[in-house]
């Protein structure tokens, strides 16, 4: 079952109408009802009761992303919410690694103590504490030097820092935000794909396989880097779609007329609901006005 984007967003973020100054594409992008005047939505097509959201030159209209462009922001969306939790995250692990080069006495002391405390009981399950993978690598980072401590810190910081400013430029649908994501995220996939090598899990097979699919998408899908015309074939297309949505809202490409409301009582001998040929006419959908929202 496909998804219908238009309403769906609609619904959940309200309809977008405008009058355009030239006449006849102002007089079927509208009509008068007995509730009053009613303005098609640029994005669903359905009409709204109220004043509408903006007016000017039919090529100045929003651009109202509708369609295929509500679907690639939902998913630039999912992939900016993953970024910003991602930076959440190691923000939090670089305030460890700096909380730990401040304190790395203490907490080398308080680590023995507490592994002397736990040696009979991992003796009595047959657990080599000495020999441990895990311990061995505790014990090693007491070596690291302060400065290198903080150094990594630092740099996960930094790395923190790009998540998070990718993942709102993404969410906001911002260019730069898809050549940043672009470029961060291929940088680090010859890293993920060491790590596989190094050990294989699903989760890191997951996470490689994302990235990848993510990097492809934005790419091709965004023209980026010249790709299918590049940045001008980009906004050739995204200034073409907005005239052809007060085109197609205006019932002159590929979209029947706006029907219009009869003014007056039905034609004698007419019945309820048909025109003056006798012919039914189509109902006219009214919503109640709601807020603009570009997104």
């Not at 810190?153 to 898809?178: D, H, P, Q």
Request: proline share 6%; net charge negative.
């Amino acid at each position: 079952m496909s998804i219908d984007w238009d309403r769906r967003h609609c619904s959940r973020k309200g309809h977008i109408t405008y009058a355009p100054d030239e006449a006849g594409l102002r007089e079927k992008l509208h009509a008068t009802t007995a509730v009053g005047t009613v303005w098609r939505c640029l994005r669903c097509g359905d009409f709204v009761l109220g004043e509408p959201h903006g007016s000017g030159p039919a090529d100045q209209a929003p651009l109202v992303p509708r369609g295929r462009a509500l679907r690639d922001l939902f998913i630039l969306r999912f992939l900016a919410v993953e970024r910003v939790l991602r930076g959440v995250l190691v923000v939090l692990a670089a305030w460890a690694v700096w909380k730990f080069s401040n304190s790395q006495d203490s907490v080398r002391r308080l680590f023995e103590e507490d592994l002397t405390v736990f040696r009979p009981v991992a003796e009595h399950f047959n657990y080599d504490l000495d020999h441990s993978p895990v311990i061995d690598t505790i014990q090693k980072t007491f070596d690291y030097k302060k400065s290198t401590l903080r150094d990594v810190a630092g740099i996960m910081l930094a790395y923190a820092l790009i998540e998070v400013v990718e993942g709102i430029g993404l969410w906001f649908g911002k260019r730069w935000a898809e050549y940043l994501a672009v470029v961060a995220t291929s940088a680090f996939l010859p890293v993920e794909i060491y790590e596989l090598t190094e050990k294989l899990s699903w989760f890191k097979i997951g996470t490689l396989a994302l990235n990848i699919v993510a990097v492809l998408y934005i790419l091709i899908g965004k023209r980026l880097f010249g790709l299918r015309g590049g940045h001008a074939a980009f906004e050739a297309e995204r200034r073409g779609e907005s005239l052809l949505e007060v085109e197609q809202a205006a019932g002159e490409v590929g979209s029947p007329a706006a029907p219009q409301p009869a003014v007056g009582p039905p034609a004698t001998g007419a019945a309820p609901g048909t025109g003056s040929g006798g012919h039914p006419e189509e109902p006219l959908p009214v919503h109640p006005g709601s807020s603009a929202d570009s997104a």
